[in-house]
């Protein structure tokens, strides 16, 4: 499986249909605690403007109703993982991403069979508080080393700056989340990114 190098994370179907229609080919709807029937609606939405444009959507944690809503991938964190039923998702034909941070977290992922692997933060991040170090580039060399043919995502504090080095290291998609949406433009914001990552699509 090949994913698009530019990987987009937001939080909300409103937000989707801002940039998706610019071009971007992968995005991820990443909500955190919200009653179902706004999950089902902002889902749907976001499904319908992907579908639209091409781009694959990628559903954040919420795999039973990603099943119901009939999207086609899912992204757990480790906790998620956890929690979920790997064999129902896999039986409803979804595939599945999984976040890592550290050697037994990848061990973990593994015995998933996920369809790709995140590795994060790469770079100190102000998305969220982490438990782990920035794992900085030569990490990723690692990662992919270990990964082998599986995509590698990398995530935590990328600019289009930095992505050159990202994928230099082998990672196939670079996300981004702040960079884009704590923009003052950030329409201008993800053509740079679509720019800057098409020598790698």
Not at 5 to 23: H, K, M, N, T
Request: glycine residues 6%; aromatic residues 6%.
């Amino acid at each position: 499986m090949k994913l698009d190098p530019f990987y987009l994370i937001v939080d909300s179907a409103a937000w989707i249909e801002r940039l998706v229609p610019l071009g971007v080919k992968l995005v991820q709807l990443r909500i955190k605690d919200q009653e179902e029937a706004l999950l089902r609606r902002e889902m749907r939405a976001s499904k319908a403007v992907c579908d639209r444009h091409g781009c694959q959507l990628i559903v954040n944690d919420y795999w039973r109703l990603a099943i119901e809503e009939d999207c086609d991938f899912v992204h757990l964190g480790q906790e998620d993982l956890a929690a979920a039923d790997v064999k129902a998702i896999r039986k409803a034909g979804l595939r599945l991403g999984l976040s890592t941070h550290d050697d037994a977290e990848l061990e973990t992922a593994f015995q998933a069979e996920p369809d790709y692997i995140a590795l994060g933060p790469i770079y100190p991040t102000i998305l969220k508080q982490m438990k782990w170090a920035p794992q900085g580039l030569d990490r990723i060399a690692v990662w992919k080393q270990r990964v082998g043919k599986l995509p590698l995502v990398a995530i935590g504090g990328l600019t289009v700056e930095r992505i050159a080095g990202v994928f230099a290291q082998g990672a196939e998609s670079a996300a981004v989340v702040t960079d884009i949406t704590r923009n003052a433009r950030p329409e201008a914001r993800a053509l740079e990114w679509l720019a800057a990552t098409s020598r790698w699509r």
